[in-house]
C-alpha cells in the first residue's frame, strides 16, 4: 500500500520542528521521569518480591480474567484512599477514558479545565455528552459555564486534575468542588500525579483538603511515583459496578496479570512509609524555586518544576545542551503545550541532589548570555 498520505502531517511536524522520536538516555541524571520517590531506580517493588507470579491474567476480569489478589487490591487501596470502592484499569489512559466515554450520556455536559490530560480530553471526545473548557484553574470562569449549562443540562460533570502535568500546578479543589455543590455537578479528579507525593503517606490532594466525599470519581494511577502500571478508579459500589458494565477499556481488556497487580500492591505499603523522601523532595522544589534565572519558572510547587523558553527551536537547543553535560531534561514542544508557551519541564526526585539542582541552575544561567 501506497502510504504518502502520512506525509503531509509528518512534514507539517518537521517544518513546526516539532517531530517525536524515540531515545534511549543512558547514563544521564534523572530529571525527567515520574518516579518521583525512586521506587522503580531503586528497585523498592523488586526487593519485596518474595516469589514470582504469573505474568498473564488469561483474559478480560469478566471472562477468566479475575482472581483474588486483584479484588483485594482493589478493596485494599480503596480503604487507603477512604473510597467506598474501587476498580482497576490497565493504565490511567485507559480509567480516563473508560470513565468519560461510558458515565456522560447524550443530554449530559460536561465542563472540563482547559489543561486537562489528553486522556481526559480523549474520553470527553467519545462521550455522547455535551462538552465545554473552562479557563485553567479559573473558578469565576468555571462558575459562569456552570450557571449556564444547568438550564440546559440533565447531568453536569467537572473535570480537572489535582496536579497538572505540564504546569506542576495545583488545581483550586476547594473552591472547585464548592462550585460543584452549589450546581449539583459531579467533580472527576484525576490524581494522577499526586498520588504517593501529596498529603500525608502521599494519600493525594483530595484527601489532603478532605474532599473525598464530594468526589463522584477519583482516578489514582500507578505509573508514576507508584513505579507500577495502570490505575484505579475509586468512588461508590455503584460507580464500580456501572464501569464494570459499561466502560469498554475495562470489559474489552486483557486483565492485568498476577505479577502486575502484586507490583501495585506492594507499592502501596511502600510509598506511605516514604516521609523523608517527600520531605526531600520538598526541599529541592523550595531551592529550585529560589534560583535566579533569565527565564520565567512557572509558580507550582510540585516536583514538576517548569521554566518557560519559548519557541520550539530555542528550548530544542537549551535541552540539547543539558542533555550534552549529562542532564536528562527534556523540552516541551508546541503543540503539545501552546505556542509561545514551550518549556523545560524539569522532575525532582528524591534521589536528586542539591548540587544536581545547583548544576542544572548554573547551565540555565548561562544558557542565554
Known sequence: ?????????????????ALRSLIINKDKIDFCSNDYLGIVKNQLIEKSISHPLSHGSGGSR??????????????SIAAFHDAEAGLIFNSGYDANTGVLAS???????????????????????????????????????????????????QNLFVVTESVFSMDGDYAPLKAISDLCEKYNAALIV??????????????????????????????????????????????SEKLKKYLVNFARTFIYSTALPPSAVEAIALSY???????????????????????????????????????????NEVVKKIAQTLQENHFDIRPILYPTVPKGQERLRMVLHSFNKVEEVEAVVALLSKAKS
Do not use: W
Not at 500500500?1 to 520542528?17: G, H, P, T
Not at 469478566?62 to 478493596?75: M, Q
Not at 504517593?196 to 484527601?207: D, E, F, N, P, R
Open 62 to 75: 469478566l471472562l477468566s480474567g479475575n482472581y483474588p489478589l486483584i479484588e483485594e487490591t482493589e478493596n
Open 103 to 153: 458515565v456522560p450520556q447524550k443530554n449530559d455536559t460536561i465542563i472540563y479545565d482547559q489543561l486537562s490530560h489528553a486522556s481526559l480530553r480523549d474520553g470527553i471526545r467519545l462521550s455522547f455528552a455535551t462538552s465545554f473548557s473552562f479557563l485553567h484553574n479559573d473558578t469565576r470562569n468555571l462558575e459562569k459555564k456552570l450557571a449556564v449549562a444547568r438550564n440546559n443540562a
Open 1 to 17: 500500500m501506497n502510504e504518502d498520505f502520512l506525509d503531509k502531517k509528518l512534514q507539517e511536524r518537521i517544518q513546526a520542528n
Open 269 to 311: 505499603q511502600t510509598f506511605p512509609t516514604m516521609e523523608k523522601e517527600r520531605t526531600h523532595i520538598n526541599e529541592l522544589i523550595g531551592f529550585f524555586k529560589n534560583a535566579q534565572l533569565p527565564y520565567r519558572i512557572l509558580p507550582g510547587q510540585t516536583p514538576i518544576q517548569v521554566v518557560i523558553i519559548p519557541g
Open 190 to 235: 484525576d490524581e494522577a500525579h499526586a498520588t504517593g507525593v501529596v498529603g500525608q503517606k502521599g494519600k493525594g490532594l483530595v484527601q489532603q483538603l478532605h474532599l473525598q466525599k464530594k468526589c463522584f470519581a477519583r482516578i489514582h494511577t500507578f505509573g508514576k511515583a507508584c513505579g507500577a502500571h495502570g490505575a484505579i478508579v475509586l468512588g
